[in-house]
């Protein structure tokens, strides 16, 4: 019997206001892909236009503390303020379908995922400089400047980080970001160790 490929854990992360949530829905408009986006869990309230259940599981810090002392979610981190998380059953599910699935998650949660999920492949979405990322930021008209400040502070921080990354994708159209980030998950399916587990399992039947 020949068995099911498991799907490649792609981890994205990169600054708040990059783009990464418009590159993300760029690459899920296209047709033909084999990926499944993971929705997070968080304790933030929704922005205007986000949809429970399509943006995020929106709940309360009750319930997200619950979750994190019953196991319930793969990675957490507190971000300004609020707990994101990501629910652990969804993901496992989906990679032992063969799906290959997608977090968008910051800095520390992609390190949580690092040491548990070595083997996942951890993308780093950069702006093409600094004042171009306040101006993204400004520009969402969303945030109080405190918060933009904040936002902008954290996002100096986590580009220290990007070296953790084995992949960095600088978002400067988002038709650019798409297709370095397809080319790169289509090469991660080609990564000798991925390729050899389930070769060497189909080797007698090949
Ligand atoms: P926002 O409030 O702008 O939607 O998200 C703030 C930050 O939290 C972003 O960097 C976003 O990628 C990150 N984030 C969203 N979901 C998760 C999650 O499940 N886990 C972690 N660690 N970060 C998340």
């Known amino acids: 019997m020949r068995l099911i490929e498991k799907g490649v854990l792609i981890v994205i992360s990169g600054p708040s206001g990059v783009g990464k949530g418009t590159v993300r829905a760029a690459i ?9 986006y993971s929705i997070s869990m968080t304790t933030r309230n929704p922005r205007q236009g986000e949809v429970d259940g399509e943006d995020y599981f929106f709940t309360s810090k009750e319930d997200f503390l619950e979750r994190i002392d019953q196991g319930q979610l793969l990675e957490w981190a507190e971000f300004v303020g ?4 990501t629910p652990l059953d969804y993901v496992q599910k989906k990679l032992d379908e063969g799906k290959d699935v997608v ?5 520390q949660g992609a390190l949580q995922v690092k040491n548990v999920m ?3 492949c951890f993308i780093f979405i950069a702006p093409p400089s600094m004042p171009e990322l306040r101006k993204r930021i400004l520009g969402r008209g969303t945030e109080e400047i405190e918060v933009v400040n904040k936002r902008m502070a954290k996002a100096e921080a986590e580009i220290g980080l990007a ?3 084995n992949y960095i994708v600088i978002n400067d159209t988002v038709d650019n970001a798409k297709e370095r980030i397809m080319h790169i998950i289509e090469a991660e399916h080609s990564r000798s160790a991925r390729v050899l587990e389930n070769y060497n399992k189909n080797i007698a039947e090949l």
């Open 118 to 120: 070595p083997d996942a």
């Open 28 to 36: 899920f408009e296209q047709e033909n892909h084999n990926l499944e």
């Open 82 to 85: 609020n707990y994101y998380g």
């Open 163 to 165: 070296h953790e990354y």
């Open 103 to 107: 977090l968008e998650i910051e800095v």
